[in-house]
C-alpha cells in the first residue's frame, strides 16, 4: 500500500512535469497549421486597434479590426502585410474584417487634425445660424454655410487662423454664403457676418390718399439687389396715377406711364406715389326742333349744374339717347366746343359724305376732351300725306267746310264722323293704312236732315193720391227665408209583439246516441311520471311481505 502511494504520487510528479515541459516547449515553437496576426499603429500615440487581438489562429478564421484615433488625430488607412509575394494592400475603411490565410501584419495610420469653429460674429448674434464646425484634416474641403433670419442677409465671412499671427482676422468678402472652406494646418475660427435688410416704405401722396392705390409693393425689410415694380392704380372715378418719387433718389428702369421698376439698394428707400383728379367736363344737350325730343345721357353721367345735363371726366366716353316723341325721329348728333380749349377737328369731327351731322349713328361713342361741349340732337317728323275729309248731305251738298288730316305712314289711322248740329250723324268711322306718300286719301261723311214731327203735344200728368198704412214692427235687416218641407228620414220599423209573445214551438228530442268506445293510445294508458300503477303496488307489497316471512322462519 506504501508503495503504491508511492508509485502514485511520483506518476503525478510525472506528468505535471511533463505538462509543464510541452507548455513551456509551445511558447517557443508556433503551433501546427496556425497563422499569426500581428498589429501596429503609425506614428506612435495616434490611435488604438479595437476588435480581434495579436495572435495565433486556425487557418481560414475571421479577423475583425477598428482603427480607433486618438484626440486630434484621424484615421488615414490601413497597410496589410501578407507573407508571400503579391499580397499586400492598403484600405480607407476603418473597420477592417478578413479571413486570415497566412502571416498578416496590419499596420493603422492616423494623420493629425484641426478644429474648424464655425459661428456667427458677435455683433450679429439672432441675425442668422452657420453649419460646418469639426475637426478636419489639412486639405479638407469642409462645407460651411451662413444662413440669415427672416429680414436679415448675409454680408461676409471673417478668418481667424491661430499659430499664424496672433488675432490675425482674413477678410473674404467675395466668398458666397456657402461655400467649401479648405482647412490649413492649424486650428481655425470661421465667423458669418449678418445685417438687418433695408426698409422699402410704400407711401400714396397724404393730398389725395383715397383716390389710389399701389400693387405690387413689397413692404418692410427687403433684401438688397431685390427686383421691385410697381403699379399706381387710381380706385375712383375721375383719378389718375401722376407717377412715383423716392428717397433717396435711385434710377428705376423702365418706366411705363402708370408703373415703375427699380433694384432694391443697400439702405432704407421711401417711394411715394401720386394721384390727382381730372376736373369734369359738362355736356348740354339740345333738341332740335326744341319740342319733338327729349334727350338724355347714359347711366354714366354725373349730376351736372343748370347749365349742363351731366359731367364726365376726361378720356371717358358716353352716349346719347335721342328720345324723340312720337311720329318723330333721330336724324344725326353735331359736337361744338362751348368753353375751354378747342380741341384738334380731327380728334372730334366725323365727317359722313352727304350728311351734314357728325354722326347719325344714334349710339355713337362721344368722347370728353378739355372743354365743356353741347350737342344737338336733330329730329324728323316721319313720313306722312294729308287726307281730305268732306261733310256732304245725301245730294251731296256740302254742309260744312273740308277738314285736312295728317295721316303717317305705316301708321294705323281712324276717324270718328263728328256730330253737326241739325243733322243726324250716322256714326261712321273711316280708317285704314297708307302706305304711300303718292296716296290721295279723300274721306266723305254722310249727313241726314232729320224729321220734323207736327201737332204733337206730350203732356204729363201727376197723380196724388193719400194711402193710410197700419203700423208695422220695427224694421229688421233680416233675410226672410221661405219654409220648405223637410224630407223625413227613413221611418223606424215597430216590433210586433203578437210574433214576439207566440209560443215558441217544441221541437222533439232525437233518442240519445251512443258514442263508440275508443282506444286509449298506449301512451295514455301508461301510468305519468309520479304515479304507481296498482299492479306494481300490490306486487311490491306482496314481495315485501313474503321476504318478512323467509327473515322470521330464519330466526
Known amino acids: 500500500m506504501r508503495y503504491s502511494k508511492l508509485i502514485f504520487v511520483l506518476m503525478l510528479t510525472l506528468i505535471l512535469v511533463f505538462g509543464s515541459s510541452i507548455s513551456a516547449f509551445a511558447t517557443i515553437l ?45 484615421f488615414k488607412y490601413w497597410d496589410v502585410e501578407i507573407d508571400g509575394p503579391g499580397n499586400d494592400y492598403t484600405s480607407t475603411n476603418i473597420n477592417l474584417i478578413f479571413n486570415i490565410t497566412k502571416n498578416t501584419k496590419c499596420t493603422a495610420y492616423f494623420e493629425k487634425t484641426y478644429h474648424l469653429n464655425v459661428s456667427v460674429y458677435s455683433s450679429s448674434d439672432g441675425m442668422g445660424t452657420v453649419s460646418g464646425t469639426g475637426d478636419y484634416k489639412k486639405d479638407d474641403m469642409v462645407p460651411v454655410q451662413a444662413y440669415p433670419n427672416d429680414g436679415y442677409r448675409f454680408v461676409k465671412w471673417i478668418v481667424k487662423v491661430y499659430d499664424r499671427h496672433p488675432n490675425e482676422e482674413d477678410l473674404t468678402p467675395s466668398q458666397p454664403s456657402s ?75 423702365g418706366t411705363p406711364p402708370d408703373s415703375v421698376t427699380f433694384v432694391m439698394p443697400d439702405g432704407d428707400i421711401e417711394v411715394t406715389a401720386h394721384f390727382g383728379m381730372y376736373d369734369p367736363k359738362g355736356v348740354r344737350l339740345v333738341p332740335s326742333p326744341a319740342d319733338k325730343g327729349n334727350p338724355a345721357l347714359d347711366e354714366n353721367a354725373l349730376t351736372g349744374p343748370p347749365d349742363f345735363d351731366g359731367y364726365y371726366y376726361y378720356g371717358e366716353t358716353y352716349n346719347v339717347i335721342p328720345n324723340p316723341i312720337e311720329n318723330w325721329r333721330f336724324v344725326g348728333y353735331n359736337w361744338k366746343c362751348v368753353s375751354g380749349p378747342e380741341p384738334e377737328v380731327a380728334k372730334v369731327m366725323v365727317a359722313l359724305e352727304s350728311s351734314p351731322y357728325m354722326s347719325v349713328d344714334p349710339d355713337y361713342d362721344f368722347s370728353i376732351h378739355g372743354c365743356n361741349t353741347e350737342i344737338t340732337v336733330y329730329y324728323e317728323e316721319d313720313p306722312y300725306i294729308m287726307a281730305t275729309v268732306k261733310y256732304q248731305n245725301q245730294s251731296g251738298g256740302t254742309i260744312r267746310p273740308d277738314d285736312s288730316v295728317k295721316i303717317y305712314l305705316n301708321d294705323p289711322y281712324s276717324i270718328t264722323q263728328p256730330n253737326i248740329s241739325g243733322y243726324v250723324n250716322p256714326g261712321s268711322v273711316a280708317s285704314g293704312v297708307v302706305t304711300d306718300v303718292e296716296t290721295e286719301l279723300v274721306i266723305i261723311f254722310k249727313y241726314d236732315v232729320p224729321q220734323v214731327i207736327t201737332n204733337t203735344v206730350t203732356e204729363t200728368v201727376v197723380v196724388t193720391q193719400t194711402v193710410t198704412v197700419p203700423a208695422t214692427t220695427e224694421a229688421t235687416t233680416e233675410a226672410v227665408i221661405l219654409e220648405e218641407e223637410t224630407p223625413l228620414g227613413a221611418a223606424m220599423i215597430g216590433f210586433n209583439f203578437d210574433e214576439i209573445l207566440e209560443p215558441v214551438p217544441v221541437v222533439e228530442e232525437a233518442p240519445e246516441e251512443l258514442l263508440p268506445v275508443e282506444e286509449t293510445p298506449l301512451g295514455d294508458a301508461l301510468p305519468q311520471t309520479g304515479q304507481i300503477p296498482a299492479d306494481l303496488f300490490y306486487g311490491i307489497g306482496g314481495l315485501v311481505s313474503a321476504m318478512g316471512v323467509y327473515l322470521k322462519r330464519r330466526k
Open 30 to 74: 508556433p503551433p501546427v497549421d496556425k497563422d499569426l496576426l500581428m498589429l501596429d499603429v503609425e506614428p506612435n500615440g495616434s490611435g488604438t486597434i479595437t476588435g480581434t487581438s495579436e495572435g495565433w489562429y486556425n487557418d481560414g478564421t475571421e479577423i475583425s479590426i477598428t482603427a480607433v484615433p486618438n484626440t486630434g488625430y484621424a
Open 179 to 253: 461655400f467649401d472652406y479648405k482647412m490649413p494646418d492649424k486650428n481655425v475660427d470661421l465667423f458669418a457676418v449678418f445685417a438687418e435688410n433695408p426698409d422699402l416704405t410704400i407711401l400714396v401722396d397724404p393730398s389725395e390718399p383715397a383716390i389710389g392705390e399701389v400693387t405690387g409693393a413689397i413692404t418692410g425689410k427687403v433684401l438688397p439687389g431685390t427686383s421691385i415694380t410697381l403699379t399706381g392704380n387710381p380706385t375712383v372715378r375721375g383719378a389718375y396715377f401722376n407717377g412715383f418719387t423716392f428717397n433717396p433718389e435711385i434710377t428705376p428702369t
